[in-house]
Each structure stands twice: as C-alpha cells, then as structure tokens.
C-alpha cells in the first residue's frame, strides 16, 4: 500500500471494524482528533466491493492499493484522459459532471462510500467520458487496473457486484434524467432530494454531506438561487430541516405529496 499524503499515516487491516457490526459500517472509521488526526485505518472488509475476496486476493488488493487524499473541489478525474485504475471512495463524496462547449457545468450523479468508479473506463479500455470533483476533503482507494479487471472475471462475489452495480448505474441514470425531464423547477428540487436520502440508525430521513445549492443546481439544470429559495420554503413549512452539513426530512409524506402533485394546466 503506497500514501500519496507524506503527513498521512495508512493502516489497511484484513478485517471488518469491531466497533461496528452493522453491514453499512465505514471503512474508514473517523479518526481520534485527540491523539493524531493524520493517523487513519481502513478495515478493508468493510469496502462493500472487497468484503468476500480470499485471503489471498486481499493480500494482492493490500499491496497494491494506493491512497489518496483530495480537498473539496480537487479534481480527481479529466474527462478525455486515461487512467489505469479503479477508484474505491472510502470517505468524502464526489459530483460527477460534465462541461458542455459553452463552458456550463452538468451536475450528473454524486457518489457516497463505498461507491467505486471508473470501472466502464477499464473494462472498455476508453477514456474517461466525464469528470469526477470532489465535494468535500475525500479518501480514496486506487487499485491497479489489471488487478481490478482480473477480479472482475475470476472472483464470483465481484463479478456478481460489477454485474448489480452496473444495473444500478443505469437505473439510477435514468431516475436523473426522469427528474431533469420535469419542467417544475421546485418539482425537480423536490425529487432530487427524494432521490437522494436515506435512513439512519433512529429511522430518521435525511441527506448526509448536502451538497452546496450550486451543486445541487448544477446537477438538475437551474439556478442557485431557485435552489435556496425553494428549500428555504420547505424550511419554512417545517417539511426540512437543514444542520450544518445534512438536511433533515421531519415530514417526509408532505415531502412525496409535493413531489408528485399534478402540475395545474393554464386555461385560455
């Protein structure tokens, strides 16, 4: 295992984090600020992709992997270059997007830990077709290429994920492009944020690690101002409730009910 970081102190261990048993467990637990904030380890087993790799093949993944540390707006991918690896996110979260000839930026998914990217790239031996930035001080994994794709075809448990995943991919492709083809702006804000939440532990909904109202516009097509002032609405309504860095849904079926609500036709 190689740090890119000279003040990064890497631990990789063979073994799910014990101080969780829950699948959904970091991979990177957050790290003692008190004794050494540059001193991190990574429970290997608890990356979703390297879970149930042999003893062996996780002893080829730990020598190989490369860990790198980017700050928010770093850029981890180019669009048009080649890179020869797989990413592993283990912390932070990352925007994919694309610029188009006029210079404007398209928002077009976002990535969480325990995603992993650039695998089309490897398995088609192309370019990358967009670019990956990061939204907040990330940790990523990079596993050589040819140690991915051998993985990909000889260890069932990846090929079986690689498979699901892809499918997931292009579902939730298709759930973005279901939200940027309505054309009620806070009906888009409204879907996205439906799209993008989750449970915690206390059944609570929310959106960890929100992105900033110009990302979220950015991804959906509009302007950061409409964003603001459409969850400032929602703020007010008592349907969401912002924290510092996560918004809360405190009425989720309000939330739904305006999303789905027909859109009223103008009569002549």
Do not use: C, W
């Amino acid at each position: 295992m190689i740090s890119k970081n000279k003040k990064l102190l890497i631990s990789l261990e063979d073994t799910p984090s014990s101080s969780s048993s829950s699948d959904n467990a970091p991979a990177v637990p957050a790290p003692n600020k008190a004794k050494n904030p540059f001193n991190i380890t990574i429970h290997l087993r608890n990356i979703p992709l390297l879970q149930k790799l042999t003893k062996d093949e996780m002893l080829q993944v730990k020598n190989a992997l490369v860990i790198q540390r980017y700050n928010r707006r770093d850029k981890i991918i180019q669009k048009g270059t080649v890179s020869n690896y797989l990413l592993l996110l283990l912390s932070g979260n990352l925007q994919v997007i694309d610029m188009t000839d006029q210079g404007n930026i398209t928002g077009l998914s976002l990535l969480s830990p325990g995603n992993f990217f650039g695998e089309v790239e490897l398995i088609n031996n192309t370019v990358h077709t967009s670019s990956v930035v990061a939204l907040n001080e990330t940790l990523i994994a990079l596993l050589p290429g040819a140690i991915a794709l051998h993985l990909f075809s000889h260890s069932p448990p990846v090929s079986q994920q690689i498979q699901s995943h892809l499918a997931h991919k292009v579902r939730r492709n298709q759930q973005f492009r279901n939200i940027l083809s309505i054309n009620n702006t806070p009906k888009r804000i409204f879907n996205f944020l439906i799209l993008m939440k989750q449970k915690n532990s206390e059944h609570q909904e929310l959106v960890e690690n929100l992105p900033t109202h110009q990302e979220i516009a950015n991804i959906i097509n509009t302007s950061r101002e409409t964003v603001t002032r459409t969850l400032l609405m929602l703020v007010q309504q008592g349907i969401i409730k912002k924290d510092a860095n996560r918004l809360v849904i405190t009425k989720p079926s309000a939330l739904f009910k305006l999303a789905n609500k027909p859109q009223q036709t103008k009569k002549n």
